[in-house]
C-alpha cells in the first residue's frame, strides 16, 4: 500500500509564502515524476507543477515565477515553495506521485488527501 501525506498547509496574508511538503510511504520500488495540483472551491482540479527524477521541471503559467518545486529522491518527498502568494492561489493543493511498486510493473498515479493553502488579509 502506498500513501501520499501533505502538509505544510495553512492561513498566509497575500504576498506571503508557504512551504508544502509531500511525503510517499509503503511499498515502493521507484519514485517518477512527483507533482501538485489544486482545486479551489467550484472550480475544477487543475495543474500546478511537476518534476521528473531527473531535473525537468514544468509549471503553470498562473504561478511561474513564485512557485518553486524541488524533490528529495531519498525520501521520496517533493516539495512546493510558494510565494508572493496572490487570493486566487487559495485552493487544496493535492500532491501526485507516479509509482512503482514492483520492479516488473508500470507506475501507477497515486494521490495525497490535499492540504488546505488559503490566502487572505
Known amino acids: 500500500q502506498v500513501q501520499l501525506v501533505e502538509s505544510g498547509g495553512g492561513l498566509v496574508q497575500p504576498g506571503g509564502s508557504l512551504r508544502l511538503s509531500c511525503a510517499a510511504s509503503?511499498?515502493?520500488?521507484?519514485?517518477?515524476?512527483m507533482g501538485w495540483y489544486r482545486q479551489a472551491p467550484g472550480k475544477e482540479r487543475e495543474f500546478v507543477a511537476a518534476l521528473s527524477t531527473g531535473v525537468s521541471t514544468n509549471y503553470a503559467d498562473s504561478v511561474k515565477g513564485r512557485f518553486t518545486i524541488s524533490r528529495d529522491n531519498a525520501n521520496n518527498t517533493v516539495y512546493l515553495q510558494m510565494n508572493s502568494l496572490k487570493p486566487e492561489d487559495t485552493a487544496v493543493y493535492y500532491c501526485?506521485?507516479?509509482?512503482?511498486?514492483?520492479?516488473?510493473?508500470?507506475?501507477?498515479?497515486?494521490w495525497g488527501k490535499g492540504t488546505l493553502v488559503t490566502v487572505s488579509p
Open positions: 509503503g511499498t515502493i520500488f521507484s519514485v517518477n515524476a
Open positions: 501526485n506521485a507516479n509509482i512503482r511498486v514492483t520492479w516488473y510493473g508500470a507506475g501507477i498515479n497515486y
